[in-house]
């Protein structure tokens, strides 16, 4: 008896000759890592809502005139599994992985699962790069020390990117943090800048970013509660007042434009709503979005 098996998901549903390891110039690395949300949960599904959603994103990209994907490909990797025997077992293991898989002359995107996870993609990417600058663009500034008893938190992802990167870190969209991070900011000037949502709004981050990145390798996180509530719902710890789509991908061109190259980045925090689509569909849109403008920028 003939029989055939369908494809394995992968993200936007690309052909075998589209999504081969061996000659993709971008990897996506899922990550359903979820062990310390601290409100709304669900983090850990993430990843393959996005992977599903993609399936339905068109491959057309009015910007560039062509179907993007095709003419550098994405391989998606399987899920990495996640290893709750400690958070400094978990987090070594997504840094090796992320070491492993980051090409000289390719791009990785790592798909969340929490925020927690962004430290060790720092610290892989450092092992495979050296230092590089970071760029997030989130609702909250994730510079504590440590929140609820452990280093590996959300809340904490930012202070393990800095100790990772080797690298300052500039923060946008910000609309959350404690007195503790406010007092970090200020005392570290030459480690974090921060644009918070309205002064991004109006415009102020835009000289700032194109110097922060001029003509240096770049890590960008993207903690989807970056964006407006009213259109990402899908997340564990919403704040009002936040970006718009228009204005997230203007931050990705004046990167893309200035950096000497984006290395990898991360799409985090989506929650999905059971029944919701429009969240998970917008964080795949995003996505590939995200990586069309670094890949058709290297051309």
């Not at 009213?230 to 789509?245: C, F, K, N, S």
Request: glycine residues 8%.
């Amino acid at each position: 008896m003939h029989y055939e098996f369908l494809p394995a998901a992968n993200f936007l549903g690309l052909p075998a000759e589209a999504s081969d390891r061996t000659t993709s110039k971008v990897v996506i690395l899922p990550v359903p890592y979820e062990l310390t949300t601290s409100y709304g949960q669900g983090t850990r599904q993430g990843p393959q809502a996005i992977i599903a959603a993609s399936q339905q994103v068109e491959l057309y990209d009015r910007e560039f005139k062509t179907e993007c994907a095709l003419a550098w490909g994405v391989h998606t990797m399987p899920a990495l599994a996640p290893n709750y025997q400690s958070p400094e077992t978990a987090h070594a293991e997504i840094a090796a992985a992320v070491a492993d898989l980051a090409q000289p002359d390719g791009l990785l995107c790592v798909l969340g699962g929490e925020h927690s996870i962004s430290g060790s993609v720092a610290r892989g990417l450092h092992a495979a790069h050296g230092p590089f600058v970071t760029v997030q663009l989130d609702a909250h500034a994730d510079l504590r020390a440590q929140y609820e008893g452990t280093p590996f938190s959300h809340a904490s992802a930012m202070r393990r990117v800095l100790d990772n990167s080797g690298g300052p870190l500039l923060e946008l969209g910000i609309r959350s943090l404690s007195i503790d991070e406010a007092e970090f900011i200020q005392d570290n000037p030459e480690r974090v800048q921060v644009f918070f949502a309205e002064q991004v709004h109006a415009g102020e981050h835009r000289a700032a970013l194109k110097q922060f990145v001029q003509g240096k390798p770049v890590y960008l996180t993207i903690d989807i509660d970056c964006l407006d509530v009213a259109l990402m719902p899908a997340t564990g710890t919403p704040e009002p007042d936040g970006l718009l789509w228009h204005e997230v991908l203007d931050i990705v061109r004046l990167i893309v434009g200035s950096a000497e190259r984006v290395l990898a980045f991360d799409v985090v925090e989506l929650a999905p709503v059971p029944g919701l689509h429009a969240p998970n569909y917008l964080a795949a849109k995003l996505t590939y979005k995200v990586m069309s403008l670094v890949m058709e920028g290297r051309r």
